[in-house]
């Protein structure tokens, strides 16, 4: 069974830092393309950044210089430092992976049970 666990969620003032952490685990062949997508209240999940197969990073403008996104392929983890925070960015963060189980099969997306990340001001 293949498992995304989230973790490093919170309550953090305007202006603060929070890192999100993302842990790949179970039997899988590979892991390709691994992103983190967020839904705040009432509104569609969006994606934050992404790490595709190449290793290139893509970042939504509404992170871009802010967020960092890292991942380590030995650990199967991403990680997401989230800087200069402001009430906008509250929302439930997913982490999300392409993953192909075995080299006959084709790649399944999964996704984290989510994390909550707060910015009060």
């Known amino acids: 069974q293949v498992q995304l666990v989230e973790s490093g969620g919170g309550l953090v003032q305007a202006g603060g830092s929070l890192n999100l952490s993302c842990a790949a685990s179970?039997?899988?062949?590979?892991?390709?393309?691994m992103g983190w997508y967020r839904q705040a209240t009432g509104k569609q999940r969006e994606l934050v950044a992404r790490?595709?197969?190449?290793?290139?990073?893509n970042y939504a403008d509404f992170v871009k210089g802010r967020f960092t996104m890292s991942r380590d392929n030995a650990k199967s983890t991403v990680s997401l430092q989230m800087n200069s925070l402001n009430p906008e960015d509250t929302a439930v963060y997913y982490c999300?992976?392409?993953?192909?189980?075995?080299?006959?099969?084709?790649?399944?997306?999964?996704w984290g049970q989510g994390t909550q990340v707060t910015v009060s001001s």
């Open positions: 999300n992976a392409n993953i192909q189980l075995n080299m006959w099969r084709p790649t399944y997306v999964y």
């Open positions: 790490i595709i197969s190449g290793g290139g990073t």
């Open positions: 179970g039997s899988f062949f590979s892991i390709n393309e």
